[in-house]
């Protein structure tokens, strides 16, 4: 593997920061949204993932590639009195999980945090550099 010496680990966790940041946002949406039942096209919020890859080939930044719409089915609760039931008394739920909404939450802020203590990290290295310097 060839190490490319144009990323410092600054610029690694600024870009690592930025992409939990996103993934966080849609989490949040995820969850915001797991009782919408029409989201403006007839059919229930579709939950949305954050698909990340490196910017380069090596050692380098991470960024968010794309959103995807998860394509699996939607949850059907019987509830009659819904106004989006059908006529079988059936509503079309989002395909959200909370559970595992949260598990990804805390996966992306454990990363976030991670990626904070690095840029802390090197921060204290560079002022023993500067120290040692005088």
Do not use: W
Request: with cysteine; net charge negative; glycine share 6%.
């Amino acid at each position: 593997m060839e190490i490319n010496n144009s990323y410092s680990p600054i610029d690694i966790a600024m870009s690592g920061l930025r992409a939990q940041d996103k993934n966080m946002k849609v989490i949040s949406s995820n969850i915001a949204n797991m009782r919408t039942t029409d989201n403006g096209k007839g059919e229930p919020y579709r939950r949305i993932e954050a698909k990340m890859r490196a910017a380069n080939e090596g050692i380098s930044c991470v960024e968010v590639d794309e959103l995807a719409e998860d394509m699996s089915s939607f949850k059907e609760i019987l509830d009659p009195g819904h106004p989006d039931a059908g006529p079988n008394g059936y509503v079309q739920m989002p395909n959200v999980n909370l559970p595992m909404e949260l598990i990804n939450m805390n996966t992306a802020k454990k990363l976030y945090q991670a990626n904070a203590a690095v840029m802390k990290r090197y921060q204290q290295m560079s002022e023993t550099t500067l120290e040692l310097l005088r």
